[in-house]
């Protein structure tokens, strides 16, 4: 579905950007009290196909294990709402949208977002929807930045709040990594500046190469280690050449080989960036417990053991600053081998934390048990 | 120095190589019995201006910190040697270097080589000068891929052997990042399928996104954070903009751009596939024990704690090994913060620990103590 939200947004840039059309799909029925609406904010290359095949690749939502009839973000009681980003590229206002000023698509003349700009969006679209408080917004990785993000600036809108795999700040590893990327994108000369639509073509190298470095990130040493390990691929000896001889090799390929069918290089120039300016104490005077200072929203704070990219130590430090202010908060480490993928993939004890959570807070928010 | 080794030299793919120009530096005299060598083996992007100025940058050598009078490497005790590799570009045959059949540089007619063929070379550089026996062989990195290469297959000609933050073999993710620096090397249209010599080019961009990638993996997520954390570069506020903003950026640029004037991108191809291949149990009939069985060399692994890309329990994996026959080893886990790349830095623990070990190997090898 998608919606001309008519109000204008200023954005942290200073620039004003409006009317903005906003994609998103929901899930459920809006009960009459309006109180059992979830948001799920979604991850950097992810999309509002939270539980529907997506329109470009034919695959199911990449969140089929937590929302549906019966699952923990139980769609026969909850009613499940997810936009595609701002600045994304499946509907949402973003960089491959038509700029009303020149009748072509903004490319690098759209201007840069923050965290806080997605979620103000997000924030339009509710108050279109005629929700006042959301029971609950969640989401792993860039989306547990935009939860904490809703969950600081718009306190009474936020029965619970679920960052997963998240962080208050992207470190200077990440920002490396996603520099890299970057850099990536705008070295391949089919890149034009930005303007590659105008050319017909697109940074397909670039962008294929920012995915295949982003994917290391997202999967532990171990996870690589099992699924691949040493193994060749399709072959008995190594072929003393450059074609991909070892299984993470092609595999790591055909990760970037099929990104770039179903994702815009700019909008991935745009996210990142995004994700690298989140810094959430920095918002709040420099004080991580101030950016929470007064809330009664019901906290779960969750991370996995083997994610090096966004560890338990930085989802550790949102804890504590909780703590500071005396918050209701949950802390969840989740025994994994899987890396930060974990979140988007069938980890049993996931599902479980979040039925458990979701679930008591459902009963405190009137909701009832499940 | 560059010499002409007038042998052949069959690799491992089977092809016939030769001569072959190597192209070493020496430090110190080697005395009357020849028994005070050292071998330095070096590094992926290094070369054998241990402790000469570099010809190409003007900076010190890589590891005057380790080598030179009084240092841990003692050039008044000690003769030490350093060959450029087998496949790099700085005067030992190489893809950058005329091939004789078409009097045009090899560029991938060079054929695919590895650790082994790059230690073959060697070993007729070590016959050339009439060493028998190297008192020491040491390198870190894939340097330390050439010790335990040299300690396997020439076990009499080591009498000490000191293997820094090392591996018996790549692991996947090790892989998966070399591969995603040679993807965006051959992504870039400069590189002209390794022909961007005749096109008097260079893929420099794609090199510089390797170098990019590669140098993340070299340091710890704690030496980024305490070298640049979020820090901005010269500005106050973030620019809204591609601009490198943050001082890991400027600095990553930074690493990029000045690696492509000093090191050729087929070179970083070939040397990247020599590590990949690297798989010392593999060469033993999968039996990593079975590598060292009967040696009589005098080992000292050394690991950091903070280097994720060749991390201690890889090391442990070669005491382990080395335990198996029950070799003379001593194993010492340095605590450092720096990541992989603390053997190339000023660590004084590394330094002891070198001085300890050589010191007492020396004294058993009648060549006193110092």
């Not at 029971?135 to 718009?154: H, K, N, T």
């Not at 040493?230 to 450059?242: A, H, K, T, V, Y």
């Not at 959430?280 to 009664?296: N, Y």
Request: hydrophobic fraction near 40%; aromatic fraction near 10%.
């Amino acid at each position: 579905m998608q919606l001309g939200v008519e109000a204008k947004l200023t954005l942290d840039c200073g620039v004003e950007l409006g009317p903005v059309p906003m994609a998103y799909c929901t899930y459920g029925t809006l009960n009459a009290e309006r109180s059992n609406a979830v948001l799920v904010c979604h991850a950097l290359t992810m999309d509002q196909y939270v539980a529907d095949t997506h329109p470009i690749t034919g695959k199911p939502g990449w969140w089929e294990d937590i929302v549906g009839p019966g699952k923990p973000l139980d769609t026969n009681r909850f009613f499940v709402i997810c936009s595609n980003v701002l600045g994304g590229c499946l509907g949402t206002l973003g960089p491959t949208e038509t700029n009303p000023a020149t009748g072509k698509p903004y490319a690098l003349d759209f201007p840069v977002i923050t965290i806080a700009d997605m979620v103000r969006a997000q924030v339009m679209l509710i108050d279109h929807l005629g929700i006042d408080q959301l029971f609950c917004v969640i989401g792993g990785s860039m989306g547990a930045m935009q939860v904490l993000e809703w969950a600081s600036r718009y306190k009474d809108r936020v029965f619970s709040a679920i960052p997963i795999a998240g962080a208050a700040r992207h470190t200077a590893q990440n920002i490396a990594f996603h520099e890299v990327g970057r850099q990536a994108i705008m070295a391949d000369p089919d890149w034009h500046g930005g303007d590659y639509a105008s050319h017909g073509v697109a940074p397909k190298r670039g962008l294929s190469v920012a995915r295949m470095t982003a994917h290391i990130t997202y999967l532990s040493e171990a996870a690589l280690h099992q699924k691949f390990g040493r193994n060749l691929q399709d072959r008995e000896m190594p072929s003393f050449g450059f074609d991909a001889d070892f299984q993470v090799e092609s595999y790591l390929r055909h990760q970037g080989s099929t990104f770039v069918d179903r994702f815009d290089a700019n909008s991935y120039l745009y996210i990142t960036r995004a994700m690298d300016y989140f810094d959430l104490a920095a918002e709040h005077g420099g004080s991580l417990p101030q950016a929470f200072d007064g809330t009664e929203t019901r906290f779960c704070i969750i991370s996995f053991t083997s994610d090096w990219l966004f560890p338990t130590s930085e989802n550790r430090a949102i804890v504590h600053a909780l703590n500071a202010v005396a918050a209701n908060v949950s802390f969840v480490e989740i025994e994994s081998d899987q890396g930060h993928d974990a979140f988007l993939l069938d980890v049993p004890a996931l599902r479980n934390v979040l039925s458990g959570f979701i679930n008591g807070c459902a009963e405190h928010h009137g909701l009832g048990r499940s």
